[in-house]
């Protein structure tokens, strides 16, 4: 079994009882069996303002909004792993997760020190293969930027229910993922 991980999961899904949740709920029982501690954020219940450009934070201060991401930026900073959870609204991530990853910008260096490791967890209800071309290049650019350490992705295709997704090989793929780490 490899360390002990402090692993953060950001759940960008406003459905609480969705398929995203369901790949959630896999990845931490897998996660958590295999020693680690997870950590899950409901970004979409938080008090999260947009990033306003202000620049005010000088890339690595204090936001201006004094709102959750300072929760979620001191559980980050003190985390191995972060793992990015959402459905999939118009070939991207939703709203409210994109509006977390755009108030990295406040702590961008202390995130790129960090070191941590990442991972995708995400469902469609299309199953075409390119469902999830511009989700993964948009997940695969973040990582490279902020030198997070891909450990992997479970693309849910087909998932427009929960009964889809229950019935699919994705919540075994999210317990293999977090049974892996």
């Known amino acids: 079994m490899s360390e002990k991980m402090k692993i953060v999961i950001l759940m960008g ?36 303002h947009p990033c306003i450009g202000c620049v005010a934070c000088g890339y690595e201060g204090p936001c201006v909004h004094k709102d959750d991401v300072e929760m979620i930026r001191k559980k980050l900073l003190t985390s191995d792993m972060v793992v990015f959870a959402t459905p999939l609204y118009y070939y991207g991530m939703t709203a409210q997760l994109k509006t977390v990853v755009d108030r990295f910008c406040a702590y961008n260096s202390s995130l790129n020190s960090g070191h941590l490791k990442s991972a995708l967890l995400t469902v469609a209800w299309n199953a ?16 490279r930027y902020i ?3 891909d450990k992997g992705m479970v693309l849910g295709y087909g998932c427009g229910s929960p009964g889809m997704t229950e019935r699919s090989r994705y919540p075994k793929d999210a317990y293999q993922l977090g049974r892996s780490l």
Request: aromatic content about 10%; some cysteine.
């Open 128 to 143: 075409d293969d390119w469902t999830f071309e511009a989700l993964v290049s948009h997940y695969k650019t973040l990582v």
């Open 13 to 48: 899904s406003p459905n609480r009882k969705g398929s995203t949740n369901i790949l959630v709920e896999n990845f931490v029982k897998g996660a958590e069996e295999a020693g680690h501690y997870c950590d899950v954020i409901d970004v979409c219940q938080a008090d999260i």
């Open 147 to 149: 030198h997070f350490e």
